[in-house]
């Protein structure tokens, strides 16, 4: 991404120094937040997708949707509540 005005790069001036107790704060929350959404997009399928087309996007959406509730329902059902973000461990 090219910024026109380089003072809008949130990555290079982040309008808090770094180092102190502002920034830290700032980037816990940061961090959070991109681990969050990254967790979405494997969950759902969308970081390794092949496909533009917005049907097969619509239909991949839903299939993960459902499998995430499968997952959900069985996590709950065997009692196993920490394995409720992944179906992996639970399967296993």
């Avoid at 087309?53 to 509540?81: F, M, P, R, S, Y």
């Avoid at 920490?82 to 179906?87: A, D």
């Amino acid at each position: 991404m090219v910024y026109i005005y380089p003072e809008k790069n949130l990555r290079m001036y982040p309008g808090t120094l770094r180092g102190t107790a502002e920034w830290e704060d700032t980037y816990k929350t940061r961090t959070t937040v991109e681990r969050s959404i990254n967790h979405i997009k494997d969950s759902f399928g969308l970081a390794g997708r092949k496909t533009r087309n917005e049907k097969t996007l619509h239909a991949d959406l839903l299939l993960a949707g459902i499998t995430q509730l499968i997952g959900v329902i069985l996590a709950d059902k065997l009692h196993q509540h920490k394995y409720i973000r992944s179906l992996k461990p639970l399967v296993a």
